[in-house]
């Protein structure tokens, strides 16, 4: 039952099939081969699949994140960092850092945030000297750090697929995140020696008073976020929705650089990226429906029984075999296929699920990362016109430290357990 179903899955991915495309199809094979194919089911289950309330939190989490762009919420963020750090050797990558840590609380898509951040940091990089596949290579591990600092994309599809509070998610993700900006921080420190740069000029404490005053409405959104998930005031979705109407605020009203006009530009953008996320949740949960029908989730336990008395063994060989999916396939249907397969298994053997929604998502997000498939890498090859090769070359640094962050969580629980506990 797996190998026609993964198969078929990759058969029709190797035939250049886009993967939503793919999932339906496998999911065909699998009802073929269990001998219950009605294509009833496979309508319903992709109408029940893109019907749930928590997934509006990703249309809106979306929108906002097109509405700072457009908004100049995004090149504040940048230029508040740039006051601050700017001075330093090396300062244009310490803001790559910061400001992703803060685009992640802002939108929670890496694609996006690595888009937005590398449109604006590249030329700059380049023309300050900086060798630009280690520049593309850090602005891509940074933004990997949006799927596990809330609002996470990731986080709500996950929490949508295995039914785990999508509110303590985002609240066990804070720590981890912040864990992975300071692993990039420690790594450009020892590799921007070798940089022969020049360096920006440190502003006075005028300028920088000038430069928060400007970017706080900016700042503010993320408090608002995580104050009012951590309060109770709204739920992730409704977050979604705060977070998009601040942003039309501040970029309509406050900072002005948002017009009317440009509305109908952003809403079609932010809907076209929607509707290939949508399209392809509704794809993946009927793959995931067949799993549950075919009973796949007892026939793993039943594979996985020796490791099930030792969780930290366990733990290994599933982010192992993440690990390796993650090469050839996105975060996306990545969540949504292994989820309903994995979380069964994890339950059994009496891991904490939010803790393992942190390593798995962490695991997913440096799949990004991974040739040939990993998008940010394709999205950063593109932006800074360098080919696969170069990338690589400037990422491994970045890319081997987040690994040992995701080694540091399995090896010590704790990291996660012990911040949510006190933050929910």
Same mark, same amino acid.
């Given at each position: ?13 190797? !035939? ?37 309330? %928590? ?19 995004? +090149?504040?963020? &940048? ?7 700017? *001075?330093? +050797? ?10 992703? &840590? ?45 799927? @596990? ?10 929490? &949508? ?13 804070? =720590? ?9 921080? &420690? ?5 921007? +020696? ?7 000029? +440190? ?8 430069? @928060? ?24 979705? /409704? ?5 998009? #109407?601040?942003?039309?605020? #501040? ?5 002005? /650089? ?10 079609? *953008? ?26 796949? %989730? ?6 996985? /029984? %020796?490791?099930?008395? *030792? %969780? ?35 339950? *059994?053997?009496? @891991? ?5 929604? #942190? ?8 799949? !990004? !990362? ?24 400037? #990422?491994?640094?970045? !890319?081997? =430290? /987040? ?22």
């Amino acid at each position: 039952m797996i190998g026609v179903f993964v198969g078929s899955l990759l058969g029709a991915m190797g !035939l250049g099939m886009p993967i939503a495309f793919a999932l339906l199809v496998s999911s065909v094979v699998l009802m073929f081969f269990l001998g219950i194919f009605d294509s009833q089911i496979v309508a319903q289950n992709l109408i029940t699949g893109a019907d749930n309330f %928590p997934l509006m939190a990703i249309p809106f989490f979306m929108l906002a994140g097109e509405l700072m762009n457009a908004g100049g919420l995004s +090149r504040r963020i &940048v230029e508040m960092a740039m006051t601050m750090v700017g *001075h330093i +050797r090396g300062g244009l990558g310490y803001v790559a850092i910061i400001a992703s &840590v803060l685009f992640a609380s802002l939108s929670g898509s890496a694609v996006a945030d690595t888009a937005a951040l590398g449109a604006i940091l590249i030329p700059m990089m380049a023309k300050s000297g900086y060798e630009v596949n280690r520049s593309s290579g850090l602005i891509a591990a940074g933004g990997i750090i949006a799927p @596990i600092i809330p609002p996470s994309i990731g986080f709500i599809i996950f929490g &949508v697929a295995s039914g785990v509070s999508i509110t303590k998610l985002f609240m066990a993700g804070i =720590v981890p995140g912040l864990l992975l900006a300071v692993g990039l921080t &420690v790594t450009w420190a020892i590799v921007a +020696r070798k940089e022969k740069v020049k360096v920006q000029p +440190r502003k006075s404490l005028k300028e920088i008073l000038i430069s @928060i005053r400007k970017g706080i409405w900016a700042l503010f959104l993320p408090v608002i976020i995580i104050g009012g998930l951590k309060g109770g005031l709204f739920t992730p979705t /409704e977050a979604a929705v705060v977070a998009a #109407v601040y942003a039309l605020f #501040v970029g309509l009203v406050i900072y002005r /650089e948002l017009k009317v006009k440009d509305l109908f530009r952003v809403f079609v *953008h932010a809907g076209k990226m929607t509707s290939v996320v949508m399209f392809l949740v509704a794809a993946a949960l009927v793959s995931s429906w067949l799993i549950t029908v075919a009973n796949l %989730p007892n026939e793993v336990i039943s594979l996985l /029984e %020796p490791f099930m008395e *030792h %969780p930290l063994l366990l733990l290994i060989a599933i982010n192992l075999l993440v690990i390796l999916i993650g090469t050839a396939m996105d975060m996306t249907p990545t969540i949504l296929i292994l989820t309903p397969v994995l979380m069964p298994v994890v339950e *059994h053997a009496g @891991i904490d699920p939010v803790y393992f929604g #942190v390593l798995f998502i962490l695991n997913n997000a440096i799949g !990004l !990362l991974t040739p040939p498939v990993g998008t940010v890498l394709n999205v950063m090859c593109g932006i800074s016109k360098i080919s696969m090769e170069d990338m690589m070359k400037g #990422v491994w640094p970045f !890319l081997l =430290v /987040e690994i040992i962050v995701l080694v540091l969580l399995i090896v010590f629980p704790s990291i996660v357990t012990v911040p949510l506990e006190w933050l929910t």
